[in-house]
C-alpha cells in the first residue's frame, strides 16, 4: 500500500520539496517528469498545478495534496482540509484575495461595481462574493498581469496579495477583502477512514509542521557559573525549562535551551554580560512542543 501525495507544480514546488527534506523527505523532480522520486517506499508524488489540486484529490486520483485554501474554495471542492502550512511567503500573515480599483476612479466599494467589469482569476470566487452582497457585474478570467487590466480592461480586479505592494506600485487600491488564504494539505474523505493511511498522513504532518516550527526558533548553549545559574534562567522566557548539565569543573554548568528568534538578540547580549562563556546559538531542522 502507498499514499499518493500531490506535490504543487510551480511558484510553490521548491519551497515544498524544501520543506519536505528538512521534514526528512528527500524528493528528487526531474525538468521533464510529473513523477518525482521519493526515498519513502511508502509514499508516492506527483506533481500537479494548485489550482487542479483539490479536484484530483476529491475524486481520489491522489490520497492527499498540498494547495490553496482559495483553490479549494474557487473549484467547490469536497475534501478535508488536514492542517495549515504557512511557508514560502513573505511574512507569516495569511494572503488575501482582495477587490482593487485604480486610486481615484471613484470606486469605493462593491456597491459601485453594478453593471461593471471585474477581472480575475477566481472567477467562481468573485461570482460567490458577487452574488453574497446582491451586485450584478461581468467577471472575466484573467490569463495573468491583471493589476495593468483596469481602467483600459476591466473596471477592478479580484487578485491575491500578501503586502500589497504589487498593487500599490500600479496606482491600485484595495477596497474590500474578498477570502483570506494559506497553504493547506488536504485529504480525500475515504483516505481518512483508512487506518493505515491516516496514521502515515498524521506522521507526514507530525513531521512538516515540525519543520515549520524550527523556522523561528534556534537552540542556545552556554556555560555559567553554578553561582549565576539562577540569574541566567530569569532572563530565559518563563515558559523555557533548560536542561542543566554538569561539567568538568564543578563550580561550572552547561545550559541549553531553544528559544525563538526574536528573543534571541536581546538574551544573549545580557548572558555575556552576566559571565556567560562559549555561547553557541544553532539552527534547527525540526522542532516538537
Known amino acids: 500500500m502507498k499514499l499518493r501525495i500531490g506535490i504543487p507544480k510551480g511558484s510553490l514546488q521548491d519551497a515544498t520539496i ?15 517528469s510529473y513523477f518525482p522520486a521519493i526515498d519513502d517506499p511508502e509514499i508516492e508524488c506527483m506533481l500537479i498545478r494548485a489550482q487542479e489540486m483539490a ?22 471542492s469536497d475534501v478535508v482540509e488536514l492542517t495549515e502550512l504557512q511557508y514560502a511567503k513573505a511574512t507569516f500573515n495569511k494572503v488575501r484575495w482582495v477587490l482593487a480599483a485604480k486610486q481615484g476612479s471613484g470606486i469605493t466599494s462593491i456597491k459601485d461595481l453594478e453593471g461593471r467589469t471585474i477581472a480575475t482569476e477566481v472567477v467562481n470566487l468573485a461570482r460567490k462574493y458577487l452574488a453574497e452582497n446582491g451586485v450584478s457585474a461581468k467577471v472575466e478570467y484573467s490569463y495573468g498581469a491583471t493589476e495593468v487590466k483596469v481602467p483600459h480592461l476591466a473596471d477592478a480586479i479580484i487578485e491575491i496579495t500578501e503586502t500589497g505592494s504589487s498593487l500599490r506600485a500600479n496606482n491600485l487600491e484595495i477596497i474590500d477583502t474578498v477570502l483570506e488564504t494559506t497553504t493547506v494539505l488536504i485529504a480525500n474523505h475515504e ?20 519543520a515549520l516550527e524550527s523556522r ?15 540569574e541566567a534562567v530569569k532572563l530565559l522566557p518563563p515558559t523555557k525549562v533548560p536542561t542543566i548539565s554538569s561539567l568538568l569543573d564543578d563550580d561550572w554548568a552547561d545550559l541549553l535551551v531553544v528559544l525563538r528568534k526574536s528573543v534571541v538578540r536581546d538574551i544573549i547580549p545580557r548572558l555575556k554580560e552576566l559571565g556567560a562563556r562559549g555561547i553557541i546559538e544553532f539552527p534547527l531542522s525540526k522542532f516538537i512542543e
Do not use: C, P
Request: proline share 0%; aromatic share 8%.
Open 18 to 32: 524544501e520543506l519536505f527534506k528538512n521534514a526528512g523527505y528527500k524528493i528528487s523532480a526531474r525538468s521533464r
Open 55 to 76: 479536484r484530483y484529490v476529491e475524486n481520489g486520483v491522489l490520497d492527499i495534496g498540498i494547495t490553496g485554501h482559495d483553490w479549494v474554495v474557487e473549484n467547490g
Open 191 to 210: 483516505v481518512v477512514k483508512d487506518e493505515w493511511k491516516k496514521a502515515k498522513i498524521d506522521r507526514l504532518i507530525m513531521l512538516l509542521q515540525s
Open 216 to 230: 523561528t526558533r534556534v537552540g542556545i548553549m552556554f556555560n555559567i557559573e553554578r553561582a549565576r545559574l539562577d
